[in-house]
């Protein structure tokens, strides 16, 4: 099934396509200028650290249901070995083998195509066994730190009956719940902006139920890149696994916010992200707006990549 | 062969053990409070960013010298898959073996022990094959971001001939060394900070020459743990395969400043970064110290985890 | 809870340590004498041959309840690449990871201890991170061809209501049940033959349902490694997930067939095996008696291995 | 370059597109009838086994050169863990990432492809990142079972100065080597057996050499395919790297006996097969056909298998 009329209008009001040259492979990451930076730093008051990682583990998020996106198996190579003999120094190493979606991660550029294409007019068959992501792997995003922006939908929206703080896994989180939420952080999102969007759906998981976190889920409407876009941000997060509504909102239309990120806008998304400790904070400190560190993991090739976000108030 | 009493004397002049209570299982990271946290964020002048990770890659350092510790095994598990039906939005995934501390990366507290006990005193057996470091996994480690300072010693010392900018394989680095390199940086060590010391051997593996990069290599000599402690830093990080000067100093005396630092202060260390581009920038802008932001990631039991250190001004 | 004396009376009757000489490492695998292979070879009748193992794949038996024991993620490192330039021939590549017990398999000799020991009497110990199992390994097995005979209890014993073929979840397999096998097999099972114990449990896996596999599930009873001992067969194998019945027979005591068969006989064990054609042919052709080829993988240090038996008629 | 004249002449005359069928995915694998098995089992005189596989371990044959094709990384993911508690039985589990082609075994149907065909017409488009060999996979193959055949070339051609047993790596095994080495077995080969072709190559290796082992190395000439394809063998196996003599005979003429084999004939080949003992055992019994069992592992959409045969005399 081609895509709908509707898709395409979209995809022309937010694509970036030739904005940065014809040869970029880093799309909106090219927002994080020099003063961004520095002015995402200067947002630091307390030097309060909050990590937005998930653990990594064989009980992670993933549940089987995407085929190869394995949660991490980590194993032992050496414990306690003495290399040069007994009584030595001895020491223990490790290996993993994991899909690089599979917990807290960013989708990279080369992630998702449509209609034969990837961001910036890239052939999807730049994607190859052998080289991974040719063009528009993750090794090229440059350090990921700008100022980050958490918009907690799920405190701004009443969640189901006796679930405060949890949206419903049919709510499709609206540019109006994204108004709401700028206007609860007392700040106003800007270019260069790391958006985090907090549903809430994390709350599965800490919980132990990793298939009602799976889906259906909440998740950004199909309505939200151009809300993103006018306000050119340089990558959105949130706490769910699919990132969009799931399933989505319009039937037949599988996808569209990743299309419309990753493939028109060329923005990278975050998804699985932990938001919970991060709200608390932020309701706490009474601001919502602080320095963020996100940089991905330079895999040659890569698709996507594990982070370790850390937000500094 | 006991460790000789000199490594015991040394041991003894560096301890921290109970110094953040017994339960403590992240030592030296401590110090990352909020406070220098602030500060280090308050260096920042103009947003420019530079990384210190090595691209993630089936030809990274590693040689094949240590068994299990293999090159980052990149692996599409899907190319443009359409999963929802011809002509829908396509997505490409992809999965990762590597050893954890196979590029640049951290060496955790439980990576090596001595004399049966890990940091503050844990027994060795607490790193298991089915949990991994059951105490002191890396997972335990906090954000990492603070001040980093570099130190580049290759500057300051003269290489072999023909070499400038790198110290000869045969070089330990000592105090002086680091009092030197200091010096030129126009800073003080203090407590907290994430000191970068630069050999200039990572030339080698950025020239293609895996084998000379690896060893004979200069590094720490078994002097310098005290002049971290004596500063109180956070966390040293270099650009060595080996870290410490590899063959050592004392025959027989195999891996003492991996025992000093990880057993000893529990302090963790770095190995493999790329501080080429970090000291080009270091001279250009007359500055030795920067952001920086380095967090592990949370690899529940892992011994080390890989990172993507990002320096920002 | 130390094992109770039923276990270690059992143990005593059933032990072989010693019997093939202080430093055998492959215990009643000795048994796979040349005449044994030359009589079994002369069963061959037809060359009709059937296929014991499951495909590998990332949805076969394993449900995440032991962990590590990942299904098998299969993974293309080329596709149709040309190493040589445009138009040459070209190839496609693919790697895995597994655990080396998740599909069709052998349990080697390193896979259980009790009480501190390994068949033979080897330490525990011998199993370490670095070097797997050091010491029985399954790289130490002889080539596994010898005479097969498929006991197919399944048939001989009615299943619950509605499931013919298939013995009930808590139905522990007996010594009598063997021996009603054995009659409706026309033959006696002799020293070195390889026994293929049929439950039906298979049934469920193959009908899409891995839970209802897994467990509870039917199995060996611990009375009958004593039957195997006296017939002094070479290996067992059956076609469940835990081998022997689970839960056990006697509460507390877990795995008791797996320790009187590893630790206390040195046997090998199969497990996940598919005889479900196997029994359709067996009753077809009216003889239950074949050529059974079955080597592992020599994964150096295993501690078992994955197994593509064939019968053949 | 495309493929010259040369090739497609040979590739005619070796074809067996359509033999069995247009939706046949076995190729030669058809001819192991059952009488052929049979026939192979009545060789069997003494019982006297003989393994071929190389062990499966990190310093395997692989050298790096071919990415993605890595040895065996083997890693416990249990030690004597004890998961019902202190005192019960403990066991011990691993895991395993490698290539499937990195040590001894079959390189399956979809492996090569030319002119963007696999065997029997299919389009080469059908190895898929998703699904891998989505036809032709290695888990198609039926129990490999036949008569083995050992063409001693080694042996019946000088080898260089010093090297007895081991052909010089710029021979380029022929018909009439193959018709040499026959006759020294004093056996005519016939439909449905499997060839060994013995080298001596794999001497290199044994003795610790990787990479005289790798290449330049002996192997296959292009001229015989069409001596197998004369005496219909099911399928071919050697004890090099290449399997074909490389760098190849014409020049810009990559892999020409492997786009003969899986491609036009149909036929899977074996490398990295250990011959040494065999060839001794043969020399000795003074017969060079026995009894082989070589199943592949049954990986799903696998371009190949690890195999570990076993020649039964």
Redesign the interface.
Known sequence: ???PAEFHDLAKRVNNWGRWGADDEIGTLNL???????????T????????L???????GVQT?L?????N??????????E???????????????????AGTHWDGL?????SGRLYNGRP??S????G??TALGI?KA??I?SRGVLLDVARVRPGAAGQPGRLPAQHAVTPEDLDAAEELAGATVRSGDIVLVRTGQMGHYLAGDRDAYAFPSPGLSIRTPEWFHARDVAAVANDTLTFEIFPPEIDGL???V??LHLVEMGMIQGQNWNLEELAAVCAEEGRYVF?L?A??????????S?V???A?F
């Open positions: 099934m081609p895509l994080l200028a020099p003063e961004v930076v520095r002015e995402a730093a200067a630091v008051r307390t030097g309060r650290r909050v990590p990682a998930l653990p990594l583990r064989q009980d089987g995407i085929p190869g996106r394995i991490p198996l980590h194993t032992m190579t050496a414990i306690n070995q290399p040069f003999g007994p009584g030595t120094v001895a020491t223990s190493d490790d290996a993993v083998t994991m899909g690089l979606q080369a992630h998702v195509s449509h999807a068959a994607v190859t066994a052998h991974g992501a090794e440059p350090p730190v599988w996808m569209p990743h299309a320095f560190a940089t991905a993991e330079p895999f040659v090739g890569g698709s996507g594990p370790a976000p850390v500094v």
